[in-house]
């Protein structure tokens, strides 16, 4: 059963350094999204993806944050300067098409800032 | 999108048989209803979805009723792996909508 793959499984940095996440959604999925939860706290919605640009976006996703779909299989999410409280895990996820479509996470990458 | 609410949490026994109940009270009539699953440190994983009566598959079963401002997921036969958080989530509507918004969910424990 095809699924979403995600790198690194765990991504330790120091705050205001830039760190990308990776994520391979599946292959024949249009719509492309970020999610993060803080440990302990709700899944949240970042940003949504479609046609190569962003179609949607919660208020976390300030200036620092970026997405980018660099070749026809990856995702990616950059944190241009980390601070404390961008620790959490960050999900990516991908479906056929929006609204009521399924959509498939992948297992997360707990980013941990220092 | 329409609010749900549903219990904080859920204690059952090994085989025994768990239904949540979701309330969502403003659905509108383009919505649908969808549940996810999450264990720990894990991503979020698609239970069911229905729009109106009962929707069963090889996990769950989801009864709706006819005036859909209430939704039950049913969970037959539990083992100590179905302990996660199940979120009832409502989904699609009138404007588009790209995101899942997730509540607090329902951490059910399965004991053995």
């Known amino acids: 059963e095809p699924e979403v793959t995600q790198t690194p499984s765990h991504q330790v940095t120091q705050m205001g350094q830039e760190v990308i996440l990776r994520c391979v959604p599946i292959?024949?999925?249009?719509?492309f999204y970020w999610y993060r939860q803080i440990l302990g706290q709700k899944v949240e919605f970042l940003v949504s993806?479609?046609?190569?640009?962003?179609?949607?976006k919660s208020e976390i996703f300030d200036d620092q944050f970026s997405v980018e779909r660099p070749d026809g299989s990856n995702f990616t999410l950059k944190i241009r300067s980390t601070k404390l409280e961008d620790s959490a895990m960050y999900f990516c996820?991908?479906?056929?098409?929006?609204?009521?479509?399924?959509?498939?996470f992948g297992p997360g990458t707990r980013l941990t800032v220092l | 999108l329409a609010k749900t609410t549903q219990p904080i949490s859920m204690d059952s026994y090994e085989g025994q048989e768990v239904n949540i109940t979701c309330s969502h009270n403003?659905?509108?009539?383009?919505?649908?209803i969808t549940w996810y699953q999450q264990f720990p440190s894990q991503g979020p994983r698609f239970i069911i979805q229905?729009?109106?009566t009962k929707v069963t598959n090889e996990v769950a079963s989801l009864f709706i009723p006819a005036d859909r401002k209430s939704s039950t997921l049913s969970l037959p036969r539990v083992s100590l792996s179905d302990t996660a958080v199940y979120y009832c989530?409502?989904?699609?509507?009138?404007?588009?909508?790209?995101?899942?918004?997730f509540g607090a969910g329902t951490t059910v424990t399965v004991r053995a």
């Open positions: 996820a991908s479906s056929v098409g929006a609204t009521a479509d399924t959509q498939y």
């Open positions: 292959s024949n999925h249009l719509y």
């Open positions: 993806f479609y046609n190569n640009e962003i179609s949607e």
């Open positions: 403003n659905i509108a009539t383009n919505d649908y």
């Open positions: 229905g729009y109106k």
């Open positions: 989530l409502v989904v699609g509507g009138p404007t588009r909508d790209y995101k899942l918004s």
